[in-house]
Nanobody, 116 residues
Framework: QVQLRESGGALVQAGGSLRLSCAAS????????MNWYRQAPGKQRELVAT???????NYADSVKGRFTISRDDGLNAVYLQMMNLKPEDTAVYYC??????????WGQGTQVTVSS
């Protein structure tokens, strides 16, 4: 059974940092690209960052230069290091598997709140 479990969200002040983690199970993790999405209240879920199985990364313009996605295939985990956080980064953050039917699986998300 495919499971994704996000953690690491918190309340932080603007300019602060957080590191989010996502533990995956039930898949051959190293074979898949992984995404981080976020959803702010009243807004659509948006793609924040992607890391391919080979380690190539891509970021939304709004987080480029501030967020870093990484992965540890030995631990079946993907991370999102967030620096210089802004109030507009406030959202629930989710990890997601990039790949056909597996993309339908979502974890419970982790709340990030940035106060001004």
């Amino acid at each position: 059974q495919v499971q994704l479990r996000e953690s690491g969200g918190a309340l932080v002040q603007a300019g602060g940092s957080l590191r989010l983690s996502c533990a995956a199970s039930g898949i051959t993790f190293r074979a898949y690209a992984m995404n981080w999405y976020r959803q702010a209240p009243g807004k659509q879920r948006e793609l924040v960052a992607t890391i391919t199985s080979g380690g190539t990364t891509n970021y939304a313009d709004s987080v480029k230069g501030r967020f870093t996605i990484s992965r540890d295939d030995g631990l079946n985990a993907v991370y999102l290091q967030m620096m210089n956080l802004k109030p507009e980064d406030t959202a629930v953050y989710y990890c997601n598997i990039q790949g056909g039917l597996l993309s339908r699986y979502w974890g419970q998300g982790t709340q990030v709140t940035v106060s001004s």
